[in-house]
């Protein structure tokens, strides 16, 4: 180990050990973004950098199951990302479908995909539906793969499904409107049931959420990170934390 480490991990143990825990979101969103841009700096491929980001997403879960977070919703793959060129979608779907696989085959998180599976490749459907049902009745993290994801399109689904819902009832749409409201919506989108976000981060230095979960977040703390995501570190996400322990959420009050 040398200096460098050594300071590092002082440091991020100096974090942790003024960390309150009482004061950890319950939900963290992770919009996982920087992996090309990572693999560039270091004279790598895309295909390298996207693998490196995968292999970053355990380290994550395992920082967050120390700090007692209890969801996680990984931005994997958006909507627009299926607009690539072949020779570039085809890999990255690959390298998801081993992670995705990876989360399912370690024995503690619950998998949960977050998305349109119409969207995706038979394949890469086969995969996601696999893996939630094979962890369905895990107690550990919550962990929502976020695949073929786009918070317009949820939204969208979401009325969808709930207009064909009522429809099914024999509801007119002059009964439907005059009954709707927030929280039938919410019991539409893809994560129902669950916490909406404490916290979102955004790696790489993008000061955006690209649509990421446009309805859950609204309440929603956010923390943007310079570092790319493959490089994201403990310390990193133990600041995170700090910042938002720090703030005060008074939700519109």
């Known amino acids: ?22 004061q950890v979101p319950k939900h963290i969103g992770v919009i996982l973004d920087g992996n090309r841009r990572w693999a560039k700096a270091s004279g790598g491929t895309p295909e390298q950098g996207h693998k490196a980001g995968a292999s970053k997403i355990q380290e994550l879960l395992g920082w967050c199951d120390e700090t007692d977070v209890e969801v996680v919703t990984l931005w994997m793959l958006s909507t627009d990302n299926l607009n690539r060129p072949e020779e570039q979608l085809v890999p990255l779907l690959g390298i998801i479908e081993d992670a995705v696989r990876a989360l399912a085959a ?15 490749p038979t394949r890469t459907q086969a995969v996601l539906k696999e893996a939630e049902e ?16 786009g918070g317009r399109q949820e939204i969208a689904d979401a009325v969808r499904s709930l207009l064909l819902e009522h429809a099914e009832k024999g509801m007119s749409f002059e009964e439907l409107a005059g009954i709707v409201d927030v929280e039938h919506i919410s019991e539409h989108l893809y994560t129902r049931g669950q916490p909406d ?8 230095g993008e000061q955006r959420l690209s649509g990421f979960m446009l309805w859950q977040s ?32 008074r939700y519109g009050t």
């Not at 024995?107 to 949960?112: D, F």
């Open 1 to 22: 180990m040398n200096l460098r480490d050594l300071v590092y991990r002082l440091y991020a143990r100096r974090v942790e050990g003024r960390l309150d825990h009482a």
């Open 106 to 120: 370690d024995g503690r998180w619950r998998v949960h995909h977050v998305g349109t599976l119409d969207l995706l």
């Open 134 to 149: 094979a962890t369905r009745d895990r107690t550990g993290i919550l962990v929502n793969v976020a695949v073929g994801y």
């Open 197 to 204: 976000p404490d916290l979102v981060i955004r790696t790489s």
């Open 218 to 249: 609204a309440h929603s703390e956010y923390y943007f990170c310079e570092v790319h995501w493959p490089a994201f570190r403990k310390v990193d996400f133990l600041r995170a934390l700090r910042d938002y322990a720090a703030r005060h959420r």
